[in-house]
């Protein structure tokens, strides 16, 4: 088609996209183009007519038929042979078609990153599925994946805390260690008030924080002891959503302590450093605030203690110069944008990010509850993500019956929801609606993989043989396999999973359309091999892409 358009209009419309779309409706065959449309104008020719002299200038021999229609629509069909050889590479491929990157490049994925002795919210659920999501796509797209959970491990906060644990005479780091999610909250709870009312608590509280950095080991035990507890709470949640995570990917805020002081000594020794209030600040080009005055980042503050921002610095440095990545992926709440970009400004500026290297950061909406605001208890406080996974898997647990599939259907049906969105999107935590088993859902997707499962497991054989494809719905159906690939792709390039769910939507629904008109185990001969083929093929695709978003199918349900 591209060669078509230069060969008839000439090279000024070389690299033009063709803009080959599925087609809206079947009888438009499989996909449509309207660039004669689009070209009409510059060209001052009729839609039609350019239609014309297109469809005699593209070579469709062999690949299907292209046909020109009502105002200056082109529509393709592609030959069931075509078809045929798509799905038989497809089987023939461990890879499912998804080339290997000319040159796979090294990425680290920076998500979920809780804070320690706080509970992981909601806030913190969309980090984890959606990151963990693109660490797989990227990943099997090809690409050297490295998992970073950059967790909150450091700040003052600590020096209240442990200075709360050693009034209350807690101080063996081991029993310090195996306090729970709600031990250590209340813990946080009795600092916090005590912070707030007792002036010589608040005082011990900050020479506890100068303590903890200059290594005092009583206060280092205890403050590891806080962080080992936290983490394996995270861990029983990671480990209950089924995400990747393990205590290797762990790069807390902590590890970066010793790098922070040389962070501000090289921005000075730059001259990127200016005072401001007793802070020293950063002003990268091209951030105002509202009143147009520009916009500092923090990097130490007032009372001399270093902020996020100097965290996150040290932390690209430590990427860029020790695990010698090519691009940054950072899956962060939408609200630090700003935090963000302007990290990465100071960074470029300050030539630790070289433009080799690129840096993105993936935000994300806000979880709404019911009400359509940001999803809080009754009294307030931010749900946990502990009480939201409950209440999935209560609602699988009433519509299935194996009590070993609930955890994996309430997985798939808060995952599915989350990553369908556009991640821009708020979106309403509503668990009937996820969990249902019929409509855009993960419990769909995992009910259509288990009917294919039961399906195959009735003629069960060695290896699979496609043959023609005579019914449209065949046809259909091998249609959207031939787009997985694809699809992988755009989500490793685009960063985007909610392309994958989509797809897989589509080849769900297209699975249904072939049931209703193909019958399987009572077809004869090269038909019945043909459709189970088929079959095989879309188990396939349907578990692996599944899996990419990080949800497994059981094959029975
Ligand atoms: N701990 C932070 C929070 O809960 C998120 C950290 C994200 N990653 C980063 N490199 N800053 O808001």
């Given amino acids: 088609m591209h060669d078509a358009v230069v060969t008839c209009f000439g090279d000024a419309y070389a690299g033009i996209d063709p803009e080959l779309r599925p087609a809206t409706r079947p009888e438009f065959g499989h996909l449509q183009s309207n660039l004669p449309l689009r070209l009409a104008g510059p ?94 796509v990227l990943a099997y797209a090809g690409h050297d994946v490295v998992r970073q959970n950059h967790l909150g491990d450091w700040g003052t906060q600590f020096g209240m805390l442990v200075e709360e644990l ?61 962080v080992d507890a936290s983490m394996a709470e995270f861990d029983a949640i990671y480990s209950r959503l089924g995400v990747l ?24 020794a730059l001259g990127l450093l200016t005072e401001s209030a007793g802070a020293l600040v950063v002003y990268p080009d091209g951030f105002t605030g509202r009143d147009g005055a520009p916009l500092p980042l923090i990097v130490r503050k007032a ?110 049906a808060v995952k599915y929801a989350d990553l369908s969105n556009h991640l821009a999107r708020d979106y309403v935590f509503d668990v009937a609606r996820m969990s249902a088993t019929t409509g855009e859902t993960g419990p769909y997707l995992q009910y259509a993989h288990a009917r294919v499962c039961s399906i195959l497991a009735q003629a069960p054989q060695q290896s699979y043989a496609i043959g023609p494809l005579s019914h449209p719905a065949e046809q259909r159906l091998a249609l959207e396999l031939a787009g997985f690939a694809a699809v992988v792709t755009k989500v490793a390039d685009s960063l985007e999973p909610h392309h994958l769910t989509a797809y897989l939507y589509g080849l769900a629904t297209a699975l249904t359309g072939f049931y209703e008109n193909c019958p399987v185990l009572k077809a004869d001969g090269e038909v019945r091999q043909t459709r189970l083929a088929l079959c095989e093929a879309t188990r396939r695709v349907l578990s692996r892409g599944l899996r990419l978003l990080g949800i497994e199918a059981p094959r029975r349900m």
Avoid: C
């Fill in 43 to 136: 060209l001052g020719l009729s839609p039609r007519d350019i239609g014309k002299r297109l469809l005699d200038a593209v070579d469709t021999s062999g690949l299907g038929t292209l046909e020109l229609a009502g105002a200056g629509f082109l529509n393709i069909t592609w030959s069931p042979d075509i078809l045929e050889v798509a799905v038989g590479g497809l089987l023939a491929d461990p890879q499912l078609g998804v080339p290997v990157p000319e040159t796979p490049r090294r990425v680290v994925v920076d998500y979920s990153s809780p804070n320690v002795a706080k509970q992981m919210h909601v806030g913190h659920l969309r980090s984890t599925v959606i990151g963990d999501s693109l660490a797989r």
């Fill in 166 to 226: 050693l009034g209350e005479d807690l101080r063996d780091p081991a029993a310090v260690a195996d306090l729970d999610m709600s031990a250590l909250l209340a813990l946080y709870q009795r600092a916090k008030a005590r912070f707030d009312d007792d002036p010589g608590f608040a005082d011990a509280a900050r020479l506890r924080v100068v303590a903890l950095q200059s290594g005092d080991p009583t206060t280092l035990a205890l403050w590891r002891a806080l």
């Fill in 245 to 268: 995570l393990t205590d290797e990917d762990f790069d807390g805020e902590s590890r970066y302590n010793p790098q922070l002081p040389g962070v501000v000594d090289d921005l000075d």
């Fill in 303 to 412: 009372d001399g203690g270093f902020g996020y921002a100097a965290t996150d610095l040290a932390t690209i440095r430590h990427r860029v110069d020790d695990l010698a990545v090519d691009r940054i992926v950072y899956v962060v709440d939408h609200r630090q944008s700003q935090h963000f970009e302007m990290v990465f400004a100071v960074a470029r500026a300050a030539g630790w990010l070289p433009d080799s290297v690129e840096v993105q950061h993936v935000g994300f909406g806000t979880v709404l509850g019911p009400d359509g605001r940001p999803f809080k208890t009754r009294s307030g406080e931010t749900v946990s993500l502990t009480a939201l996974l409950d209440a999935a898997e209560e609602a699988a647990a009433a519509s299935y019956a194996a009590p070993e599939v609930a955890p994996l259907v309430a997985n798939a």
